[in-house]
């Protein structure tokens, strides 16, 4: 494939780590016990397969994301509702679904132009460190506190063979 699209990343280094799936368990606003999905859900941890049980780690991968600009986004929230705070301005209600509806189309898309066959949006739950894989792959994710462009990941690959 000649030039891919920005928002289709090669990994150049997966990092994996088995301590990744226990940030689900920390606290955020709003749930003081980590996310309630943790346990129940078979896509998150502990129930989610390992990432090596889940592609072929030695074969091409790649990251593919969404790009939403939150700053922006909750600046035009603060000048329709100048009584709300910063949080309530980026409040994931009003914009989330926009980022996980381009980062469905895009992954799709990717899937046909890489002719890959596995893709998983809850990497971190697999044991991927998405930040570190990211980062040494030439994409810099920003911080949850600090976010100006908000992205959704997806990891596509190649499924395992036997």
């Known amino acids: 494939m000649d030039k891919l699209p920005k928002w289709i990343v090669p ?9 990744v799936a226990d940030w689900c368990k920390l606290a955020y ?3 003081p ?13 502990p129930k989610a397969p390992h990432i090596t049980d889940f592609i072929d780690i030695t ?8 790009e939403f600009d939150l700053k922006s986004h909750a600046e035009q929230m603060k000048e329709k509702h100048p009584e ?3 949080r309530q301005c980026r409040c994931l209600l009003y914009w989330q679904s926009r980022s996980r509806k381009q ?12 002719r890959t066959n596995r893709a998983t949006a809850c990497p971190e739950a697999m ?3 998405v930040f570190a894989t990211a980062l040494l792959s030439g994409l810099k994710l920003d911080r ?7 992205r959704h990941v997806t990891l596509l690959g190649y499924l395992k063979e036997n």
């Open 127 to 129: 044991g991927v460190n």
């Open 144 to 150: 949850t506190r600090s976010i100006d462009i908000a």
């Open 11 to 19: 990994v150049k280094r997966l990092v994996i780590s088995p301590r």
């Open 59 to 66: 074969r091409s991968i790649y990251l593919v994301h969404s």
């Open 29 to 31: 606003p709003g749930h």
């Open 33 to 45: 016990k980590g996310c309630p999905n943790y346990g129940k859900a078979a896509k998150c941890p």
């Open 103 to 114: 980062m469905k189309e895009r992954a799709l898309l990717a899937i046909k132009m890489l």
């Open 84 to 86: 709300w705070t910063a």
